[in-house]
């Protein structure tokens, strides 16, 4: 078995997108032994931790990316994909990462005969107008988006979502399908990490949120947490915010509350951060897709309050001590008082918790969900 890969993110970046990325390379390489050819943007630093062939793409000129936005092409790979083929190299599998990446080459793969994968990370339409600030630019990109998204939909022989309510959505925007669509998920790439969990003092509770602090979605959800569900915190909760270029506005809002709320950005390790906490909070309630921060809790055993809008992907946890979910400030208020008691009152198990992650998952547990979709034999 031979794979194209079709990229855009960084597989060896920090960041959800590029953490599930990772995830995923490895494993559709450890399905084709390696034979797998991966195309990346310049400027990326490999290693060895993923075997492949990666195929560097130099960046577009001023000139092509404003072409772009008349062809359509949301990406730069498209020569260089295209010329591969024009060689003659054969591919059993071409999975486009995102649906971006698919714009200008599905048909062409099609036609000759390979079979087609596309990764839906997220509904991009929704990222797009939760994340892309100017307007302008929005407007420009809601288009091309929404046309790569339905051609990849309608054209893939497999849709892979990492929520099952991302694949309903696609369902009422584009129609059926006669594709194989699946729910991937996403998962690990390195085996669970030997944590030495933190003693817990139930009278002096930390709470730790942690995202990318300079993205839209990011910024709303510290709004968000100060304006509406501070308030509701036990009289004197920690709480530690951490994560990668915290912008003004986010440095701001943490230094107004003194020493009750501590600001650590770009750590070096985001693991020590939260383990220093008793509770994980995700207050996003933008964007789409699955919200790969409420991951770093759950892996940590940390019990998971999480916005309903970043609770999507995690069915098999929601409503058990592991992850409780919240919609208002008055739903935060009651699910993180009965959070508090039943920590006070030493029911929850951080060793439990970080099981029933691993059973989810795990790199093991995403390979079974890959292989099972494209009926891959063990």
């Known amino acids: 078995m031979k794979i194209l890969f079709v990229n855009k993110d960084n597989p ?22 390696g034979n797998i050819d991966v195309y990346l943007r310049d400027g990326i630093k490999t290693n060895d931790s993923i075997k492949a062939n990666f195929i560097i793409v130099p960046e577009r000129s001023i000139f092509a990316r404003i072409k772009s936005l008349f062809t359509g092409h949301l990406h730069r790979n498209v020569n260089a994909v295209r010329k591969r083929l024009a060689e003659g190299v054969r591919y059993d599998y071409c999975v486009f990462n995102n649906s971006k990446t698919s714009t200008g080459l599905i048909r062409q793969v099609r036609d000759l005969g390979i079979k087609t994968i596309t990764i839906h990370h997220n509904v991009e339409p929704e990222f797009v107008r939760d994340n892309t600030p100017n307007w302008l630019h929005r407007t420009l990109l809601m288009h091309l988006v929404k046309k790569a998204e339905r051609t990849a939909w309608q054209l893939s ?36 990490p030997e944590i030495k969990l933190k003693e817990r003092d139930p009278q002096h509770l930390t709470i730790s949120i942690t995202g990318t602090l300079c993205l839209q979605q990011g910024i ?30 986010v440095k701001a809002l943490c230094s107004c509350h003194g020493s009750n709320v501590q600001l650590i950005p770009n750590p070096d390790d985001m693991s020590e951060v939260i383990n220093k906490a008793d509770i994980y909070l995700c207050p996003t309630r933008l964007g789409g897709g ?8 759950l892996r940590l055993g940390l019990p998971v309050i999480v916005h ?36 006070q009152n ?18 093991q547990a995403g390979l079974r969900r890959l292989k099972a979709i494209l009926s891959v034999e063990d």
């Open 12 to 33: 060896f970046g920090v960041g959800g997108g590029d953490f599930a990325t990772h995830a995923y390379l490895l494993a559709f390489s450890e399905l084709c032994n």
């Open 157 to 192: 022989d497999y849709n892979l979502f990492l929520t099952r309510q991302d694949l309903q959505t696609f369902k009422s925007l584009y129609g059926e399908n006669h594709s194989i669509n699946g729910i991937i998920g996403t998962f690990e790439y390195n085996p669970m």
């Open 220 to 249: 709303d959800g510290i709004r968000y947490f100060f304006d509406e569900l501070y308030q509701y915190l036990p009289e004197g909760a920690k709480v530690i915010i951490s994560g990668r270029q915290p912008t003004e506005e």
């Open 290 to 297: 699955l919200k790969l921060r409420v991951m770093d809790g």
């Open 308 to 343: 309903s809008c970043s609770a999507r992907g995690y069915d098999e946890l929601a409503g058990s001590d592991c992850l409780s979910v919240f919609d208002s400030k008055e739903e935060f208020a009651s699910e993180l008082q009965k959070l508090v008691e039943k920590i």
């Open 346 to 363: 030493g029911t929850i198990r951080r060793d439990y918790i970080r099981q029933r992650y691993e059973e989810v998952f795990s790199y």
